[in-house]
């Protein structure tokens, strides 16, 4: 199990003491420290949704200039984008096997995971 986002994120300390108190073990990888990987990104939209991905309520989102929101039709035209404002991916994403959770909902984790 992988779990994905920025340390320092209130959303992501919840989800990461809910696995603890939990006793789910996970492996963390830190978007501002490690990096978005672009295939990993890839798989992560086809399987949830970019739309899912996509953290629109977020500061970084609404300081992007309109040019750069029109830029998110797709996948692929995406990429780029998220990649450069790790920011702008919705947080926590999990995944679990081939599944991907997209966001700390604390039912829907203890349905699936526990």
């Known amino acids: 199990m992988k779990l994905f986002g920025i340390r320092n994120c209130d959303t992501m300390k919840k989800a990461r003491r809910w696995l603890e108190d939990n006793n789910i073990a996970y492996e963390f990888h830190d978007y501002k420290k490690d990096g978005v990987d672009v295939e990993r990104l890839k798989a992560q939209i086809d ?20 040019e750069d929101k029109a830029k998110l039709v797709d996948g692929d035209s995406a990429i780029n984008l998220l990649r450069e404002n790790a920011s702008m991916i919705k947080r926590p994403v999990l995944e679990v096997g081939d599944d991907v959770l997209v966001g700390f909902n604390e039912e829907i984790w203890s349905e699936r995971l526990t």
């Open 47 to 66: 399987r949830a949704g970019l739309e899912n991905l996509v953290n629109k309520r977020g500061t970084t989102w609404r300081k992007l200039p309109e």
